[in-house]
């Protein structure tokens, strides 16, 4: 008789790289789902994810997330308009 397996965990990204994990929560959808940025090392490279609200709180969990404040948003918001426009505040 085989002996059952245990379920599947995903390993937590912040243990497999050895780096922080941020999210920043953009927004929300349909009153359903969570709109935010994932980044792994450094919050100003991320990718934009939408998940549920309770699989938002276990990637959360899982991968051991700080969640930016609105002033690093802010900030990250900041110095991306320079990448976008060549300097913040330039009016086009």
Known sequence: MNAALPPERSASAAALTG???YVRVTG?????????EFAIGDPELAVELVLD???F????ATHEVTHLTAEEG???DWERMKWRYGQPGLDH
Do not use: G
Request: glycine fraction near 0%.
């Open 74 to 76: 802010a900030r990250l």
């Open 28 to 36: 929300t959808r349909d009153s359903r789902f969570v709109e935010f």
């Open 57 to 60: 709180r276990q990637f959360c």
């Open 19 to 21: 780096q922080r994990c």
């Open 53 to 55: 609200f309770e699989q």
